[in-house]
């Protein structure tokens, strides 16, 4: 079973999966201000790849950006990809 946690500092942070608490990947970013935070790095460990947590992870960040009202500016490659093709969280997406 997969767990994805939040870990925040300040001004960056980190969505972590776990699956049957072993490491299997990051989702990494850094607050631009206070309405703005910006997905720099997605990555899951390969033993763990096609399972579907680097999109999970993109989708927890878009929860936490509509709790908190802020915008998403996905420079990680694939974290553009998911809001790409996933129109739906689009409400969150920074232009």
Known sequence: ?????????????????????????????????????????????PEFGGKGYGKQMVLKAVDLAREQNVKILPLCPFARKVFDTVKEINDVRHL
């Open 1 to 45: 079973m997969a767990i994805i946690k939040r870990e925040d500092n300040g001004s960056k942070g980190r969505f972590v999966v776990y699956e049957n608490d072993k490491y299997a990947g990051e989702m990494t970013y850094t607050w631009a201000g206070e309405s703005l935070f910006i997905i720099d790095h997605t990555g899951v460990e």
